[in-house]
């Protein structure tokens, strides 16, 4: 019997089996599956999504879709492509934080920038340690920076501050996106031509687990606001 139970544990299921031989492809370097299973890991989070929320907030299923042109831009490995990758993530960052706010009423900024504090310290150091920066990703990596760390702020500030399941939920993912985001920056410019067997397998796991934790924050977020 087809029950929403059901449908959704065979969802979840497919979810993580996709991303599993995803991961592969990536380590093995196997361009046809990669370019078949990358967009599809994003768009079947969509539709668990739909299936499983009451709310069904068009801000999480828009952050979902551009993670998927995100994920579209990375297979080239150009230049070109991730610059443009990296315009379209910047967007992702900014929608991201803003479905969070709507998510949750916050009322003191004075933790979230305490918070925010460290992260900016971290990769900003990452960043001036690298020299191969290219001239047209210089400043919007400076943004990412600061987005990723006012993310990760917020996240640890309402952690803090409430410690609740939500928010538990909130710091585990924003801790898989900020790991996401160091494995991306390392590879794409610190240790260029090196461990790439290593790195993209494992901004690809990072990147699943990542965004299947967000998804459940959601959830959660959704359902306490409408208690």
Do not use: W
Request: aromatic fraction near 18%; include cysteine; hydrophobic fraction near 55%.
């Amino acid at each position: 019997m087809f029950t929403k139970d059901n449908i959704l544990k065979s969802l979840t299921f497919g979810y993580f089996i996709i991303a599993f031989f995803e991961i592969v492809s990536e380590y093995l370097a196997y361009t046809p599956f990669i370019c078949s299973l990358k967009p599809l890991i994003p768009l079947l989070l969509v539709v668990i999504y739909l299936v499983n929320s009451t709310v069904k907030n068009p801000v999480f299923v828009i952050v979902l879709l551009l993670s998927m042109v995100v994920n579209i831009l990375f297979i080239p490995n150009t230049p070109i492509c991730l610059y443009y990758a990296l315009i379209i993530f910047t967007i992702h960052r900014v929608v991201i934080i803003y479905l969070i706010f709507s998510l949750q009423k916050v009322k003191d900024f004075i933790p979230i920038i305490i918070a925010t504090i460290p992260f900016l310290l971290i990769f900003f150091y990452l960043f001036i340690e690298t020299n191969d920066i290219p001239q047209n990703s210089f400043y919007l990596l400076i943004l990412q920076n600061i987005l990723i760390s006012i993310f990760a702020g917020i996240a640890l500030s309402s952690y803090v501050m409430y410690d609740n399941k939500q928010n538990s939920v909130l710091l585990i993912s924003v801790l898989l996106f900020v790991m996401l985001q160091f494995t991306v920056f390392i590879e794409k410019y610190f240790l260029v031509n090196e461990f790439q067997r290593l790195f993209r397998p494992l901004a690809m796991t990072f990147n699943t687990l990542a965004f299947f934790s967000f998804y459940k924050y959601v959830l959660l977020a959704e359902k306490s606001n409408n208690n």
